[in-house]
């Protein structure tokens, strides 16, 4: 199960009091009587890029197949830093960094046109049987085939797979970077595991 991507302990950069606390003092820099150096609030966002730009350009990759996320996440992560003043630091970091991503790759990904709709006929008879099926699945069928099946589920599923999978978001904060209810992403994400393995299934020659 994936953790808490707002945990500080699983990025040695960090201070314990968490990456919203990290934030502010980018925030407190660049206010006119600032309280913090350039010198600290370059530390300060030093350890948020450390820690949260691998896990942007997974999401990137997996919400965006064709596109290897990195120069993709450089972007994120600097429009991320002109965008602090925005951020609210009584609130967890990593949704409101990853809605800033997700907008991001969803104008992408309308651009080039990548989502294409599924029938369903086939779900009912899947089933999810992987803490990260996305993961185990990658590791059954060749990569090129995965990102071809990402690219044809609908956006939102795609979006909360890579989240999810890529991301290591938990649901409530899958739910707040895609805005839809905590509720509702559990069924997002099955549906969209569902899909993703009838694509599979299809791609290597069907199953019984």
């Known amino acids: 199960m994936p953790r808490d991507a707002d945990d500080p302990a699983r990025s040695p950069g960090s201070s314990a009091a968490g990456f919203a606390a990290l934030a502010r003092r980018c925030q407190l820099a660049d206010e006119p009587d600032a309280d913090v150096s350039a010198d600290e609030a370059g530390e300060a ?6 820690h949260f730009r691998p896990r942007v350009a997974s999401f990137c990759r997996r919400a965006l197949p064709g596109n290897d996320g990195e120069d993709l996440a450089s972007d994120i992560m600097l429009k991320a830093r002109f965008r602090i003043g925005s951020f609210d630091p009584t609130r967890p970091f990593a949704p409101w960094l990853f809605r800033i ?9 309308r651009r080039a046109r990548r989502a294409e709709p599924l029938d369903e006929r086939r779900a ?11 993961d185990l699945l990658i590791t059954r069928e060749s990569r090129d085939q995965v990102r071809k099946a990402l690219a044809r589920l609908p956006r939102r599923q795609r979006f909360a ?9 938990t649901y409530r904060q899958i739910g707040e970077a895609l805005d839809i209810p ?6 997002v994400l099955l549906r969209g595991r569902r899909r993703l393995r009838a694509l599979l299934e299809d791609a290597g020659g069907g199953a019984a």
């Open 182 to 187: 905590a509720g509702q992403v559990g069924v």
């Open 124 to 134: 009912a008879r899947l089933e999810s049987e992987s803490s990260n099926p996305l």
């Open 101 to 109: 991503a997700t907008n991001r790759c969803w104008d992408e990904a």
């Open 161 to 169: 797979l890579s989240l999810r999978y890529g991301a290591e978001l």
């Open 45 to 50: 966002w030093g350890a948020i890029y450390a």
